[in-house]
């Protein structure tokens, strides 16, 4: 199972929106609707972000939004704030009750 | 409140095992499946096993033959048994609790697992 691609990094300034895509195949985001986003500050483990595509955990902020066409997944961030800066990695399904990880993505906040 | 708390990290020669230990607390542990993740420095999140509710185990296949998940639900434990260690497995290791399928809402601290002669 190879990991989902993702950008290396995005960047945005303070306010802005911006968004992460998450390509896999049709073996994996394009059968399941079962992708979930993470965010990982530094020597941090990672933080459940959003859950089944688009749904958000409780206490998440609403600036958080998933989506997904075919086999790409998207994270997007809107009105992006300092504490945004991180790494955000996918994970879908991948059937027989296996997961796989994207690449991950640097956000930058300029 | 929901805790995961890893142990059992360290430092082991290539072909070493090394056992890792998660206590869980704050929640029933047995009504949910579990995984491990790891992550080698710098680099990104490889989802490593799960174990279901009733005991049914799953692997990718970098690892398979070579690690084994179990459960102890009456001490809201979950293990990881790793064998035939190679320098790539080096990595922390996180053992995060399962969202229905969904995803994994609760993560550990990590623990370091480092193998090298």
Known sequence: ?110 | EVQLVESGGGLVQPGGSLRLSCAASGFTFSSYDMHWVRQATGKGLEWVSAIGTAGDTYYPGSVKGRFTISRENAKNSLYLQMNSLRAGDTAVYYCARDLGGEGFDYWGQGTLVTVSS
């Not at chain 1, 955990?57 to 998207?74: C, E, I, L, M, Q």
């Not at chain 1, 994270?75 to 991948?94: F, M, P, V």
Request: proline share 5%.
């Open chain 1, 1 to 110: 199972q190879s990991a989902l691609t993702q950008p290396a990094s995005v960047s945005g300034s303070p306010g802005q929106s911006i968004t992460i895509s998450c390509t896999g195949t049709s073996s994996d985001v394009g059968s399941y609707n079962l992708v979930s986003w993470y965010q990982q500050h530094p020597g941090k483990a990672p933080k459940l972000m959003i859950y089944e595509v688009s749904k958000r955990p409780s206490g998440v902020s609403n600036r958080f939004s998933g989506s997904k066409s075919g086999n790409t997944a998207s994270l997007t961030i809107s009105g992006l704030q300092a504490e945004d800066e991180a790494d955000y990695y996918c994970c879908s399904y991948a059937g027989s009750s296996s997961y796989v990880f994207g690449t991950g993505t640097k956000v930058t906040v300029l």
